[in-house]
């Protein structure tokens, strides 16, 4: 399989496994504000959150043995199908052996640190329907489930670094499925916080064997092999975990502290419909990055092989296409957000535009800096942690202090502040010079088409609901995805797929009889 068949699979793969999470995530949210207490739903919100932020204490050294592993392959070419030397298996099975005894080592650290940092928190919350023993064990559990996925780490690892790329996804979501059905189910019975987490816990379980299964049954080489600890492959990849776990740090602040901030001056009860809102933008942005996410094992063996005009190629599609999905996503939203707030959740539970805007502008940002930062992080340089860490303080000072005046969108907007002054000009100036890629040939390539191709969407949705009115919400939801979707399909075909990629489309049209 080639790189940009292994891309395309990968993507594929993500936006399938982010699609069936996303699906289950929708039916699971608004199933839980039906059969939770509003306090009790914004708990568990707040444990799910703050149990996702603590990804922080791996340390750094997931993305950098990850490279280590891919950057080891790469010795052997770039080419996805090239046949593994033995000096490189061995490099890769000393690399995984050593892997393992750092992440065995995490997993028990994670689990003591983590139930201690949320404890000091739970303290602080007046809780007044909800049984304080149940938020207690629920968040036990939940630490218990983070370990465990901190220990399935090297797995996931060795998958993504040999090209694997997008198995690691459909795995995950095969997991993550049954995990979420399960939730639903135990919901719908009307299971609380201990039931939820218990779930989880056995998801995690689930993850942990299925990678190790997967992994002994494709790479069954380096199981043969007898790895070794490596003192000088830790030491060399520590200076640069250490600068990747304080860039996962000031994204941990970024995405993760609102909650804290909302309960803390609002109260839980504020929280689920913020929530909901941001988890939908959110969700989108994952989509839109899947292929820069896809394509960062392959822009380390690109780049050890000194082939930058191919990086160049993959860095300019994954931006084109991150841009479509963000700026179509926006129109969407914008021109129908309520309406689809009122049929996903019911009404009363949309958060109001300028909300939903401050949302979207951030993260069709965050999506170019993500894409840009992937793959400057794919060479080995770990460039941005103090631009992170800066963002997350920042955006912590502006969102208490804005909150106070403003409540709910004083937290979104001092997000979009912080990060406008910090990574959303820093990282694509930082990464573009790493890539060697001129910054005015990004701006001409990448951004301006995108925007040339969504803009008529949007004035053709403006110009339908001046005329249709305020009555159909339906009828309009529909009307504006319709028109949206035709305006990305025609930027997808232009923009992203490339000459070849057109040519074998019609050739396959050609081919494919027509019944009659």
């Not at 399989?1 to 395309?8: D, L, N």
């Not at 707040?46 to 791996?58: H, K, M, P, V, Y």
């Not at 983070?146 to 997991?175: E, H, K, R």
């Not at 992170?388 to 001092?414: E, H, P």
Request: charged share 10%; glycine share 8%.
């Amino acid at each position: 399989m080639s790189a940009t068949r292994s891309i395309f699979f990968g993507a594929t793969a993500s936006w399938f496994s982010r699609g069936v999470t996303i699906l289950l995530g929708l039916v699971l949210l608004p199933v839980l504000f039906r059969t939770l207490p509003k306090e009790e739903l914004g708990v568990w919100l707040l444990l799910g959150q703050t149990w996702a932020s603590f990804g922080i204490l791996d340390l750094g050294f997931g993305v950098t043995l990850t490279r280590h592993i891919a950057f080891a392959k790469g010795k052997s070419g770039s080419d996805p199908n090239t046949r593994l030397t033995a000096s490189t298996l061995q490099e890769i099975a000393d690399l995984l052996s050593t892997g393992c005894r750092i992440y065995r080592v995490l997993s028990v650290v994670s689990l003591l640190l983590a139930f201690t940092l949320g404890a000091f928190y739970l303290r602080t919350l007046t809780l007044i329907d909800v049984p304080a023993v149940s938020v207690w064990s629920a968040w036990t559990i939940l630490c218990v489930s983070f370990a465990l996925n901190i220990w399935a780490t090297p797995w996931t690892c060795l998958l993504q670094g040999v090209g694997y790329v997008g198995w690691d996804a459909l795995l995950n979501s095969f997991v993550n499925a049954l995990t979420l059905v399960g939730q639903i189910i135990a919901a719908l019975l009307g299971g609380g916080l201990v039931s939820l987490a218990i779930i989880a816990v056995a998801g995690a379980l689930a993850q942990r064997f299925v990678f190790f299964a997967f992994a002994r049954r494709n790479r069954p080489e380096l199981f043969h092999l007898k790895g070794t600890w490596q003192a000088d492959a830790f030491r060399h990849m520590c200076p640069l975990a250490l600068r990747a776990w304080v860039t996962a740090v000031g994204g941990s602040l970024i995405l993760y502290t609102d909650q804290f901030v909302i309960a803390s001056l609002e109260g839980a009860a504020e929280l689920p419909s913020y929530r909901a809102a941001w988890v939908l933008v959110h969700n989108l942005t994952i989509v839109a990055i899947t292929f820069g996410a896809a394509s960062s094992v392959f822009v380390s063996h690109l780049w050890q092989e000194q082939k930058f005009a191919q990086v160049h190629r993959l860095l300019l599609r994954n931006i084109r296409l991150g841009w479509l999905v963000m700026l179509g996503s926006s129109t969407v939203l914008c021109f129908a957000g309520k309406s689809l707030f009122d049929i996903w959740l019911g009404p009363g539970h949309f958060v109001g535009l300028p909300l939903l805007i401050a949302f979207l502008i951030t993260e069709t940002l965050e999506t170019q800096c993500y894409i840009i930062a992937c793959a400057t992080r794919a060479t080995g340089d770990e460039a941005f942690p103090f631009s992170s860490l800066a963002a997350g303080l920042v955006k912590i000072v502006l969102s208490v202090n804005l909150a106070a005046r403003f409540g709910l969108l004083g937290v979104a907007f001092g997000t979009l502040f912080a990060l406008l002054v910090t990574n959303h000009w820093y990282v694509p100036w930082r990464g573009l010079t790493r890539l060697r890629f001129s910054k005015s040939q990004f701006l001409r390539d990448a951004v301006l088409p995108c925007v040339a191709f969504t803009t008529p969407a949007a004035l053709l949705v403006a110009l339908f609901q001046n005329q249709v009115g305020e009555g159909m919400p339906r009828v309009q939801l529909a009307i504006t995805v319709l028109i949206t979707a035709l305006c990305f399909v025609m930027g997808l075909w232009w923009l992203v797929l490339e000459r070849s990629h057109r040519e074998r489309f019609w050739q396959w049209c050609r081919r494919t009889p027509v019944e009659t």
